[in-house]
């Protein structure tokens, strides 16, 4: 069996010192890919890094909405420079988030802008956090229609069936993280139902929320995706090994990432 870990947060503290028993234990939990993705230039910097020691590691560049207030002239530039990278198989981690206040919601709407510019010129998919936002995601998704269908992922996804149905239309793909397999969130379970298995992705999103049943465990990490993928192999009535080849193969042809 061979899962994709789509989104972690490798440069974390907690998991950068310690990163070889991480990968090592990943391996061991049959999560033989990860995408380490960046927030910022300099943990960018580092994801490429990581990408170019470990052959399983791929990287995404971009700086995120909660730190678009805080980027330096010039970060912008820099974070494009490793866009060309062979290594580098998407953009962002960019999008929305109206939750936290660590920047206007003007200055992240154009720093989204420029990631999905980024995408359509180098032709790498975009990574899209959202947090207490889906109108403005329903309005930035209506709104880019007009130039042609997007490549990317709606990450961490915990929104209703309409946006992601919007999402897909867009020719976005929907990922799923530990939320998913949290007793409470039936009500996510029952939208997970409903995503096309051609655009469907699992990722950790680590360093932060653990799934269930290692919820307790801190740092979440890659090796702990196995856990949400077989939540929603059962709830889509799936064996896990179909899953996570189906999810796997997925995340593969998103990101331009030949067959080991
Ligand atoms: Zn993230």
Redesign the pocket.
């Known amino acids: 069996m061979e899962w994709f870990d789509t989104?972690a947060?490798l440069f974390d503290e907690g998991l950068l010192p310690q990163i070889e028993d991480v990968l090592s234990r990943a391996d061991e939990a049959g999560v033989k890919t990860m995408v380490a993705?960046g927030?910022t230039l300099e943990d960018s910097r580092i994801c490429v890094e990581l990408a170019e020691r470990f052959p399983q590691v791929y990287a995404s560049v971009g700086i995120?909405p909660n730190h678009s207030a805080e980027a330096k002239e010039g970060d912008l530039d820099a974070v494009e420079s490793l866009m060309t990278h062979p290594k580098v198989v998407a953009i962002g981690?960019t999008g929305l988030d109206r939750y936290w206040d660590f920047a206007p919601i003007e200055l992240q709407k154009e720093y989204l802008q420029w990631h999905v510019e980024k995408s359509r010129q180098y032709q790498k998919p975009l990574?899209i956090?959202m947090r207490e936002c889906e109108q403005d995601i329903v309005e930035w998704l209506e709104a880019s229609k007009a130039d042609g269908p997007l490549s990317g992922i709606l990450?961490?996804y915990t929104g209703n069936v309409e946006l992601a149905e919007l999402g897909v239309a867009c020719g976005m793909h929907i990922s799923f993280a530990g939320m998913l397999t949290f007793k409470r969130n039936q009500e996510l379970r029952d939208v997970a139902k409903t995503i096309p298995l051609e655009r469907l992705l699992v990722e950790t999103?680590c360093p932060y929320l653990s799934p269930e049943p290692c919820r307790k465990q801190r740092p979440n990490e890659p090796a702990l995706v196995v856990h949400t993928g077989t939540c929603l192999a059962g709830e889509r009535g799936m064996e896990p090994a179909e899953l996570a080849r189906v999810t796997t193969n997925n995340a593969r042809k998103l990101f331009g990432i030949q067959s080991t």
Request: negative net charge.
């Open positions: 989104h947060h993705i927030t995120h981690e990574v956090h990450h961490s999103d």
